[in-house]
């Protein structure tokens, strides 16, 4: 699966912004063609799409196209899928019946595109109080579905209340998403930050929601890149002492015992397994990044 990490917004009709995508370090650059975009220019900001996509997949990079949902939905996967896009996030998803619905007009547009059946992935995003009751069964509506977010403004609007700088109205659908995803085994990615000067507020978020479980985050400037990438991909430090971890482990194992310690810790089967983890993800990222 590709990486999924960052991912950056880049507003369809914005054809230096596409430019600039070509060499950003996103793992998925996403054209927007929903709320950046109005609907007086919809039809050009389709084009737009249709016409760099290839060009942004070409230069190495996995790109995704958001959306309208409902009515305009079908239109845009039909002006812009082809096998250049790889995905799709869909917005201020209420329920199982929206995912269902565009997988229908994703299965229709890749038999016309030749695009092998199923294979365009779906992020999921959560943005209203009903689609966070009902995230389990939208994530769960079809095995498109690689990914779950959580859109912070649109979700609070709907709730009526304001937004703080720490964040914290958002703790509990960040919480709830990310087991709902969790447990489904899909990938839980947060909204973007969109103070997108404040770096140090930009990146105690990132900490926040790492100990949440998210494993990547939305982005809407190219210079929010770097950290978000940094927050998810392991240090070489951690990965050299997940190394010692298993490495203790398995030694302690051969002997018959359970429990060790390294350096006056306790290593036993759930920290083993966590290095083990650790280091299968430093290597999924190695991977890709040399792909
Ligand atoms: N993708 C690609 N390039 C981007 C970019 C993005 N999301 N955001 C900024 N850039 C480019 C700018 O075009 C500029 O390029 P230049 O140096 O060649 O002129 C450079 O990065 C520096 O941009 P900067 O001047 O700091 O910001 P800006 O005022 O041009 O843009 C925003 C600020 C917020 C308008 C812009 O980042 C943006 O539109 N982001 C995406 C918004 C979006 O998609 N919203 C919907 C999802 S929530
Ligand atoms: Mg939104």
Request: net charge negative; with cysteine; hydrophobic share 45%.
């Amino acid at each position: 699966m590709d990486l999924h990490r960052s991912l950056l917004f880049v507003p369809a009709i914005r054809e230096n912004m596409l430019e600039k995508a070509v060499s950003s370090e996103a793992d998925i650059v996403v054209l927007d063609l929903e709320d950046s975009v109005p609907q007086a220019e919809k039809a050009q900001a389709r084009e737009l799409a249709r016409r760099h996509a290839p060009l942004i997949a070409g230069s190495g990079r996995t790109v995704h196209v958001r959306v309208n949902s409902g009515e305009q939905a079908r239109e845009d996967v039909a002006a812009v899928l082809c096998t250049a896009v790889s995905g799709l996030s869909l917005p201020k998803v209420e329920g199982p019946q929206d995912v269902r619905d565009i997988d229908i007009v994703l299965r229709e547009f890749e038999l016309r595109q030749a695009i092998k059946p199923g294979q365009t992935e779906l992020v999921v995003w959560i943005e209203t109080a009903r689609g966070l009751q009902r995230a389990s069964e939208s994530l769960t509506a079809s095995t498109r579905v690689k990914a779950a977010a959580l859109g912070h403004e649109d979700y609070t609007n709907d709730l009526g209340i304001q937004r703080t700088a720490e964040g914290a109205e958002l703790d509990f659908a960040r919480n709830l998403i990310a087991v709902a995803a969790i447990a489904v085994g899909v990938t839980p990615l947060d909204g973007p930050y969109s103070d997108f000067r404040d770096v140090e507020g930009a990146r105690a978020e990132l900490e926040r929601i790492k100990q949440m479980g998210y494993k990547g985050k939305f982005c809407i400037h190219p210079a929010q890149l770097a950290d978000v990438n940094a927050a998810f991909t392991p240090t070489p430090t951690e990965v050299e002492y997940a190394r010692r971890v298993v490495g203790a482990y398995d030694e302690a194992e051969a002997q018959g015992r359970g429990a060790v310690q390294l350096d006056g810790k306790m290593i036993d089967v759930p920290v083993a397994r966590r290095a083990r983890r650790l280091i299968e993800a430093a290597a999924a990222i190695e991977r890709r990044s040399n792909a």
